[in-house]
């Protein structure tokens, strides 16, 4: 059973810097491929960025340059290193591995930046 916790999340000023963790459970982390949504109050789930089993990386247009995913198949955890945070980067944020058909999701944690 895979299972991911998320940790890292907080309050930062606007500029600052957090990163983001997701543990995974389950033995198919390192041929899966991982990715980061959020989701801001009233919005939908949208996609940060995402990282295939072999490290390519694509990211939303809002965080190219600022954000930057990472994978360490060692430990079975993803990451997602976050500079330059706005106030639009303010949301609850998700992992999700992918794996063949199969999809899983954390349970999320919350990013505030304040202006």
């Known amino acids: 059973q895979v299972q991911l916790v998320e940790s890292g999340g907080g309050l930062v000023q606007a500029g600052g810097s957090l990163r983001l963790s997701c543990a995974a459970s389950?033995?198919?982390?390192?041929?899966?491929?991982m990715g980061w949504y959020r989701q801001a109050p009233g919005k939908q789930r949208e996609l940060v960025a995402i990282?295939?089993?072999?490290?390519?990386?694509m990211y939303a247009d809002s965080v190219k340059d600022r954000f930057t995913i990472s994978r360490d198949n060692a430990n079975n955890t993803a990451f997602l290193q976050m500079n330059s945070l706005k106030p639009e980067d303010t949301a609850v944020y998700y992992c999700?591995?992918?794996?063949?058909?199969?999809?899983?999701w954390g349970q999320g944690t919350q990013v505030t930046v304040s202006s």
């Open positions: 990282i295939t089993a072999r490290g390519s990386t």
């Open positions: 999700n591995l992918q794996y063949s058909y199969s999809s899983y």
């Open positions: 389950g033995g198919i982390f390192s041929i899966s491929a």
